[in-house]
């Protein structure tokens, strides 16, 4: 093989949002340097996007992996603006600010204001009364001491990481804690308030203990400086339509059906081999991808959970036991779609998560057609149910006619709707939402003592710093980044 292109090499792996948005910003790179580099995202499935995956179906805009992102990143923005799709840009509709839990045995609208809150039946007198003493109750600096105590910096100590449930409980009670916050995080981690480390999957939480000692005082601090909390977004014609325009940014080359197996250091000549699966070739599988090696100057792993972590292992097998110990349990979305008069009664919102306990397997479920407008042809109501995560993952596996049965028996002691659907769908994802357990951000202060030293060599995705598309993005781009300025000297 020639080795004189690679030195200008950048191999991405993984296709999804995170390695597009590496190819992205180290093409943005190159572009201000004046220079070129070649930058090549190797994709093992037959398209781009990984699990932002949008379909369409008899009018519908079906969305199995994430319907929307957080507007909290500028880099997703700059990105979107790179698109050209900034017009495509879609807010949810007013309605969506309503959200409701299903708790013993109806739904209850998450109010904002105290007294519709305290008659919403979430918590019981108790649990009120606790609740409103959270701006009371000590706060916690870094390091499990409480504040005024020296601080260790921003990492917690192992036993100090509180898993969330112990977070809230401590703050807010355990009511508000088994209540509210463990049905929320559900509804973004699929995942168990009592397995997962606050200040790894909301660390924004954390940061407002600190900071003000409270979260009421923080968010009472807040609304005085007139921040709002970042809104949710989504692209008119889908989540999608974002990958799949970076992959058509000039400069950025695709090879799809390209499963990359090993990724090997060559500390000789400073370069990596990248293997790949011997595949027949397909009219789509090109020149390139049908070779099984090639070689970079510089590698973005934008793979999922658990092929990340078997990428990894080329170049630092300490990084690769470290990701293996984080779980991505399975997960299954259902679509079901009815006559806008089987969900008369039911109020136009962004949907409901379903506390545990009552018997409900559905993790919770969003309204599609009350969130974003153009989701469905006028007149019907698009459900998008989820099922699951670390809470149930056997739930996952059940067959198709098993899930869509369970969804409209659910549905219809949840949220009253007695009819036939118009239409159904199954999505499953095997490895969906990484989970970060308590202790989660020691682990990442390992994997990237190991990683870092290794030139060339970047983890993004979503297994470190974040779950959600936008920090996804985020991270992505910083590799990319980092990459052209490497191949860029
Ligand atoms: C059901 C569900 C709902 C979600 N909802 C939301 C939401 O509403 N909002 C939100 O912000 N986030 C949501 N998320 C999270 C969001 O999907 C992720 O943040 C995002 O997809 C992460 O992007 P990524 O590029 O890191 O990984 P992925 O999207 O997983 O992409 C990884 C890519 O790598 C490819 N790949 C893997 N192994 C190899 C290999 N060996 N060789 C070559 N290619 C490989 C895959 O085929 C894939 O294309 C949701 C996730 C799920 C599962």
Redesign the pocket.
Known sequence: MNEQPSARRLVV?????????AAWKASVEAERAGREIEILV????GE?????RTGQAGGFLI????????DDQPVVREMIAACGLESEVLAPEPAANRRYIYRGGRLRELQRSPLAFAKSGLLGPLGLARLAMEPLVRARSGDGRTAGSASAGDLPAADADESLYDFAARRMGRQAAARLISPVVLGIF?GDARKLSAAAAFPRLVAMERAYGSLFKAMRAGRRRGVPPPGHRTLRRGIQALPQAVAALPGIDVRYH????SIVRRTDTNRFTVHLADQESTPEASQLSARTELSAAAVVV???LP??A??VDGVSAEAAAELRQIESPP?A?VHTAFDAAAAAHIEPAYGFLVARGEGIRMLGCQYETATFRGRGPNGTFLARS?FGGSVDPEAADLGDAQLVDLTLRELRRTAGIDAEPTYTSV?R?PH??PQYAPGHPRRVARVEAALDPIDGFYL????LH????????A??AECGERAARLLLP
């Open positions: 792996v993984g296709g999804g949002p995170s390695g597009l948005a190797l994709e093992a499935d781009v996007g990984g699990k932002a969305e199995t992996g994430p319907q929307g992102f957080l699929a390209s499963r990359v197996t934008a793979a999922d092929s990340a078997d990428l997960m979305v989820m999505a994802w969906a939402i993004a995705g979503n297994a974040g779950v959600g598309l936008s920090r996804a993005i991270v992505g």
